[in-house]
Every structure is written in structure tokens, then in C-alpha cells.
């Protein structure tokens, strides 16, 4: 029998999860022994796992699984922590892209002969992810950004300190109070906000431009970019035009950057960027005028820049949780069919090809030895 243990999240503010009741069930009902940690942070109640038959354990179980378990979460592990990992985890780990602590996160997973199935890694037969919370990210993004822009154009000075976000209880909720505290922003400018949207035609970019529609921002006040648009290569001084600018391209290779700083200290109606793809500690990220990513409680990097205009960053790594509800089951139905795969793994492409992908990244470090 195939075992899963689903781990409680601790990234703050994370109320999003791996494994949702109504896919829990499923795997029961294929036979899957699947266990659920207690958690107060997710959006899920563990009422709604033991009504579907999964048994719960306290958070921290995972840790004395047996080895052969596959533990699935979704962001990264328990902060100060260096112990070896013996279990076969299925999570976002942000580590292939050589992110900051890449060799501190492989390593672990090397000295305990553990492995590591990354979720944004795992690939159809067409390169395709198999399950992305790209659509999300971009929806939830777009939304950020109207709000960070209309919390500008309502301020009567600079602000040096945005108000903490919270999670919303479902899309209409959302959208409804966004859009209200845009039409008085709107009132107040005299004008409808520009958006920008990178990568557009992407999953991602597509939930930012449906979030720009539904605020009510006219279709002519959406700049939609993709391949053709940057194909030129950066810098763009195009995005200085839109008010709002969302990065919402993944990044696979290295590539020129898409403005820079000296570009903001010039003149400008960019005041608002949200950087979806939150390669902050990417070597290769194209926005490189910031380092670090903002969080749900302090949303905002505020540019210090020479021009009076603010210029406002939003690199929110875990978007998608402004909507955990509804962006969970959406990923989890995505991935199930990959799940229940797990029953005839060495025979699954999918689960196959994420393993090889680690391995060659375990050995491809600059001197793995050292690990």
C-alpha cells in the first residue's frame, strides 16, 4: 500500500494545501494509506479530512514516518534545520534554480539518502506542468497590484509602510473589495490605471489579465506581452508607460534584464511592480532592482529612487494564498492524477523524470562532495 502523509505548512500566512479533503477521499478510495498532520494555518478544518476517513496526526509527525512514506507539502521545510532527510518528499523546494540555500536544501536530502520530487518539476509528456498554481498567482498578483495602486493615489503623502494583507474566503469576495477600493482611487486620480502584464499568454499571465478585466480595467489599458514582445530583449522602456507593471514569465534560462534602476530614477508612470515569478534571489532575475521578497504582513518594498513618483514592489512568493481555498483544490485536482501514479512509480514517466532530475542536480553541484 501506498502511503502519504500530508505535512502541516509553517511558512507564515500559508493557508494553502498540498492535499485537499475531496482528493483525499479519492486516493482512500483507490487505496492509498493517507495520513493528514493537524493544522490551524490551513484553509482546510481537519474536520473535513477525518469526515472523508484520512486519520490525523500532530503537526511534526512526518519526521517519524516510516521511511518509505512520501511526504507532500507545498512550501519550503521548518526553518533551522539541517537533519538529514531519509523520506521521499513531494514539495515546492526551490532549489533547481540555484536560489539562495540550494546546496544547504540538496544537501540534506543527499546525507539521508532521501529524494526530492519537486512539484514544479513534474512534467507531462509535452513539457507541460502537470499542476501549476500559475493561474492563481497571477490573479491574486493583478489584485495586489490595483490595491498597492490605489492605496497611492488615496494617500496624501508617501507611504513608507503598506497595510498587512489577508487572505480572502473565495473570488467574489476578492474581487468585490478590490474593485471598490479601486473606483475611489479612480475618483480621486481622475484616471483608470494602466497594467502591464509579462507573459501574458502564460498560465499566469492569463489569471493577471482575467483580475484586470473583472477590476473593470478596459481591455485598451491592458499592455498584453509575451515571446514577441520581448523578443528584442530588454531593457523595455515600454513598461514605464503602464502604471502597474506584472511580471508574470517563468524563468528557465538567463535573460537580458527588463528595466533597471536607472530606469526608474528617470521619468516614469510606473509606480506599481509585482513581481509574480519572485526570482528575487535568482542570479539571473530580470528585475534586479530589488533582493528580497515581501511577505503578506509587510506586502511592499518601497524604491528609494530620484524620482519624487513612488515606485512600489510586491514580491509576495506564495500569492496564490490569497485565495487558498479555491487555489488548492484547483492545483490538487491538477496534480491527483499524477498522485495516483504513485502506485507503479518506476513505471510512471512523470515520477521517473522527477527523480532523474534531482539526481542530475545533487551531481551537477560546483563539488557535491563537499555536500
Known amino acids: 500500500m501506498v502511503s502519504i502523509l500530508l505535512r502541516a505548512e509553517t511558512k507564515k500566512n500559508e493557508q494553502r494545501a498540498a492535499l485537499t479533503p475531496q482528493y483525499a477521499k479519492v486516493l482512500l478510495d483507490n487505496g492509498f494509506d493517507v495520513t493528514i498532520e493537524r493544522s490551524e494555518a490551513s484553509i482546510f478544518d481537519d474536520s473535513e479530512y477525518e469526515k472523508v476517513g484520512c486519520k490525523l496526526v500532530p503537526a511534526g509527525s512526518w519526521r517519524n514516518a516510516p521511511k518509505e512514506t512520501y511526504i507532500i507539502g507545498l512550501k519550503e521545510l521548518p526553518e533551522n534545520d539541517n537533519s538529514p532527510l531519509i523520506h521521499q518528499h513531494i514539495m515546492f523546494a526551490h532549489c533547481f534554480k540555484q536560489q539562495a540555500g540550494w546546496k544547504d536544501v540538496l544537501g540534506r536530502f543527499k546525507r539521508g539518502n532521501g529524494t526530492l520530487l519537486d512539484l514544479e518539476f513534474l512534467q507531462d509528456k509535452n513539457g507541460r506542468r502537470v499542476a501549476a498554481f500559475g493561474y492563481f498567482a497571477g490573479f491574486s498578483g493583478c489584485a495586489v497590484g490595483a490595491l498597492t495602486w490605489a492605496l497611492q493615489q488615496v494617500s496624501d503623502k508617501p507611504i513608507q509602510k503598506y497595510p498587512r494583507i489577508n487572505p480572502y474566503p ?12 479601486l473606483q475611489v482611487a479612480i475618483k480621486k486620480a481622475g484616471r483608470v490605471p494602466k497594467v502591464m502584464v509579462m507573459g501574458a499568454l502564460g498560465r499566469c499571465g492569463t489569471g493577471a489579465c482575467d483580475m484586470a478585466k473583472l477590476l473593470g480595467i478596459p481591455e485598451s489599458n491592458i499592455m498584453r506581452w509575451d515571446r514577441n514582445e520581448t523578443a528584442r530583449g530588454g531593457p523595455f522602456k515600454e513598461i514605464l508607460e503602464a502604471d502597474i507593471f506584472v511580471n508574470c514569465i517563468y524563468l528557465s534560462k538567463p535573460i537580458p534584464p527588463f528595466l533597471t534602476k536607472e530606469m526608474l530614477d528617470g521619468e516614469r508612470n510606473l509606480s506599481v511592480i509585482v513581481d509574480v515569478s519572485c526570482d528575487a534571489t535568482n542570479p539571473h532575475n530580470p528585475i534586479p532592482v530589488y533582493n528580497y521578497c515581501t511577505t503578506f504582513d509587510d506586502p511592499c518594498i518601497v524604491l528609494k529612487t530620484k524620482n519624487s513618483k513612488p515606485c512600489d514592489i510586491i514580491s509576495i512568493d506564495h500569492l496564490p494564498t490569497l485565495l487558498p481555498r479555491e487555489a488548492s483544490e484547483q492545483f490538487v485536482h491538477d496534480l491527483l492524477p499524477s498522485l ?8 510512471a514517466r512523470v515520477w521517473t523524470d522527477a527523480e ?4 542530475h542536480k ?4 560546483g563539488n557535491a562532495s563537499k555536500l
Open 170 to 181: 473565495n473570488q467574489d469576495a476578492l474581487v468585490k473589495d478590490i474593485k471598490t477600493k
Open 340 to 347: 495516483l501514479q504513485l502506485k507503479s512509480r518506476e513505471e
Open 356 to 359: 532523474k532530475l534531482y539526481i
Open 362 to 365: 545533487v551531481y551537477s553541484m
